[in-house]
């Protein structure tokens, strides 16, 4: 697998680049945080997976609002094509790859062992928005499994055409899953929990955009 390899100049770069090139294509980026104290470190969050824009977004939402030493993964395809994002904390995933997807795993709990933060889309591939159920792989579990004291984060991202030109981005980040519910889980009860979890979460996002509901948001 390929890791992570963070330059200190290319996180500043990028970071200013992100913010000027999602601004440019959106006309806001309205973000809930439903934590009312700080993010855990030791946090994996799990994002939904509907768009090209996803990376993109959830680079942005930990430079404005998480603020943590972020990771993600990305298809071992994409980041061949783009290696330049290992310097922005990207490592590879290859589902389709037995050793290579172990390998990936393993990396992530040792960065979340080091008080890290882990981004992840457990469906893998992009899937409609509106796509029910969201279909998580096992990833997430499996990382739970072996890693002591991390905090699984629910994050729900939803674009929408409203009044203006550019669409909007909204993005929901949730209260950690309360670990009492997945401890003594199966791999693929805890599985189907955090998919229920992060369907539920989406589905309320819907809603709060649906209704034109702007109070939980900051806009950025």
């Known amino acids: 697998m390929l890791k992570a390899n963070k330059s200190p100049w290319m996180m500043w770069g990028f970071t200013r680049f992100n913010r000027m090139f999602l601004h440019r294509h959106f006309q806001n980026i309205k973000i809930c945080n439903l934590n009312t104290t700080s993010i855990p470190k030791r946090s994996l969050f799990i994002v939904n997976h509907s768009s090209w824009w996803d990376a993109l977004i959830i680079f942005f939402i930990n430079d404005q609002v998480v603020q943590s030493d972020a990771y993600g993964m990305m298809h071992e395809e994409g980041i061949r094509r783009f290696p330049f994002f290992r310097k922005v904390g990207v490592y590879s995933i290859?589902?389709?790859?037995?050793?290579?997807?172990?390998?990936?795993?393993?990396?992530?709990?040792?960065?979340?062992?080091?008080?890290?933060?882990?981004?992840?889309?457990?469906?893998?591939?992009?899937?409609?928005?509106?796509?029910?159920?969201?279909?998580?792989?096992?990833?997430?579990?499996?990382?739970?499994?072996?890693?002591?004291?991390?905090?699984?984060?629910?994050?729900?991202?939803?674009?929408?055409?409203?009044?203006?030109?550019?669409?909007n981005v909204y993005a929901l980040i949730g209260q950690p899953i309360d670990r009492s519910l997945y401890k003594k889980l199966s791999r693929k009860e805890k599985t189907r929990l955090f998919e229920k979890k992060s369907t539920e979460q989406l589905d309320d996002l819907k809603q709060f955009v649906i209704q034109e509901k702007e109070e939980p948001f900051s806009f950025y």
């Open 94 to 167: 290859n589902p389709k790859d037995r050793r290579h997807l172990l390998s990936s795993l393993s990396y992530s709990k040792e960065l979340l062992e080091k008080d890290k933060t882990v981004w992840m889309f457990p469906q893998g591939d992009e899937q409609h928005l509106e796509k029910r159920p969201l279909e998580f792989s096992n990833g997430a579990s499996y990382i739970t499994e072996h890693t002591e004291g991390v905090q699984v984060i629910p994050v729900s991202l939803y674009y929408s055409l409203e009044h203006t030109k550019k669409p």
